[in-house]
């Protein structure tokens, strides 16, 4: 079966601009995360969606981050504007059950 | 959920078994073990998870004790595509889709 989507793989851009990342979970997976992982640390939680429903978004930056999941299945993650402290990498996860969450290969943002 | 230690770091050599400790004294009755890696620039993978009995799985085994305190995650063979962050997760069962909390990992090092 198809893993996690994920797309740019790498973007690069400068403090105070926009940037928005996609993601395609594997099909029928009804809950989705987005996680950011800052180099040298472990993933952590901005937002969890159950089919286009939030579940969770109490550590997402809303001043600055936003994200939708429409129709249940895509999601797309925006940051605006970036800070130099968004460097980092972006990852996707989706789930079928409580037991396993796979994870796409992530997006890599720069911010200089 | 429960905290998790576990050493930073640890090399092995390839071909003999890699033993990964993790330390969670405070866990609860209804908390599981889960195991994840990831490996570097991709997204974390999932290895096996279990409540009290060991596990054994085509990755690896999992050893949980007794007193549910401590756990040991075995690779029986290592090779050096098993170079990777280890993530142990302490997380309550029947809670739905809830998110996973990772700390920083042992970085597994297989030398050839």
């Known amino acids: 079966e198809a893993g996690v989507a994920q797309s740019p793989r790498y973007k690069i851009i400068e403090k105070r601009q926009s940037v928005a990342f996609w993601c395609n979970p594997i099909?029928?997976?009804?809950?989705l995360y987005w996680y950011q992982q800052i180099l040298g640390q472990g993933p952590k939680l901005l937002i969890q969606f159950q089919n286009n429903g939030v579940v969770d978004d109490s550590q997402l930056p809303k001043d600055r981050f936003s994200a939708e999941r429409l129709k249940g299945v895509d999601s797309t993650l925006k940051i605006q504007p970036a800070k130099l402290e968004d460097s980092a990498v972006y990852l996707c996860?989706?789930?079928?059950?409580?037991?396993?969450?796979?994870f796409g290969p992530g997006t890599r943002l720069t911010v200089t | 959920d429960a905290k998790t230690t576990q050493p930073p770091s640890m090399d092995c050599a390839e071909g003999r078994a890699a033993n990964l400790p993790c330390n969670h004294s405070t866990i609860s009755g209804n908390e599981y073990v889960y195991w994840y890696r990831q490996i570097h620039s991709q997204g974390p993978q999932y290895i096996i998870h279990?409540?009290?009995n060991n596990e054994t799985n085509e990755m690896a085994s999992l050893i949980i004790t007794e007193d549910r305190k401590s756990s040991t995650l075995i690779l029986p063979h290592a090779t050096l595509r098993d170079t990777a962050v280890y993530y142990c997760?302490?997380?309550?069962?029947?809670?739905?889709?809830?998110?996973?909390?990772f700390g920083s990992g042992t970085r597994l090092q297989v030398q050839p």
């Open positions: 997760i302490v997380r309550v069962a029947g809670t739905g889709r809830r998110a996973l909390t």
């Open positions: 279990g409540l009290k």
């Open positions: 996860a989706s789930s079928l059950s409580m037991d396993e969450q796979y």
């Open positions: 099909s029928g997976h009804a809950t």
